[in-house]
């Protein structure tokens, strides 16, 4: 076992310096880009912002800042993409949200979309209120108390505290399953969301898969679609008013990558 030390620490020391150096290096790029941005160097930051997410960190204030270059350089379409993702980790990103309907109301093409249950409509601005891990420690810190509660409730020497116990549990168990039920039901939405942005100005929809296929629809940068399937270097999309057709796959690009 003596052996095995030094391989351990000096594992361990690598690690360290690895994790600190990427940290670093993160930051390093971080600063950067707001340099630029404050600068008015748009592209420069952009580059910057998007290798920090090279680096797969997953933060809603880095997609938040990437949807401001992207709209300082006049990409209507990447700036709505990536207000979309922010929200997406975070439901709760004030600044994206009000950012994105802002932008949300330059775009010119405006669809009516097909209504939704008032039922499903109403769970999915509950589970979608927080994101997947709040609602996980929700269901956790609740399923805790439901336990506590159910101690308690054994254990109480009085009416009054079983009584107590048994209201606190019945509560706490109703929560812990709500909230496990949204976990689930947002997690379900992530992996499953096949939702899309017109990234290209201006794009013809197509009623196949084929450029010299007739014309459907003209729509513009920033218009939200479901990806349905993808042939080839086409992608079949339908839009918020049921419509679909066919666009070439570098005309879209997948709100979840």
């Not at 079983?162 to 709500?178: C, D, N």
């Amino acid at each position: 076992m003596k052996t095995m030390k030094p391989l351990f620490y000096t594992i361990a020391l690598l690690f360290a310096t690895i994790t600190t150096f990427a940290s670093e290096n993160i930051d390093t790029l971080i600063t950067r880009a707001e340099t630029y941005y404050a600068q008015k160097q748009y592209d420069s930051a952009l580059v910057s912002y998007l290798q920090v997410y090279d680096q797969n960190l997953q933060s809603a204030d880095l997609f938040y800042n990437i949807g401001n270059t992207y709209f300082r350089l006049d990409d209507l379409g990447h700036s709505i993409l990536w207000y979309e993702r922010a929200l997406l980790v975070n439901p709760k990103h004030h600044e994206a949200r009000v950012n994105l309907e802002f932008v949300n109301a330059r775009q010119i093409d405006k669809v009516e979309v097909l209504p939704q249950g008032i039922v499903a409509q109403f769970f999915q601005k509950i589970y979608l209120f927080f994101n997947y891990t709040t609602w996980a420690v929700l269901s956790l810190v609740f399923l805790a108390l439901f336990l506590a509660a159910v101690s308690g409730f054994l254990f109480a020497q009085t009416v009054n505290m079983k009584k107590l116990s048994f209201g606190v549990g019945i509560f706490a168990l109703v929560i812990a399953v709500l909230s496990f039920t949204c976990t689930t039901a947002h997690k379900n939405f992530v992996e499953h969301n096949n939702e899309a942005i017109i990234v290209e100005p201006t794009i013809v929809i197509k009623n196949e898969p084929n450029k010299k296929a007739t014309d459907l629809v003209t729509v513009h940068e920033g218009l939200k679609v479901h990806l349905v399937k993808t042939y080839g270097e086409w992608a079949n999309v339908r839009l918020l008013d049921g419509k679909e057709g066919w666009v070439r796959k570098s005309d879209v690009e997948k709100i979840v990558k």
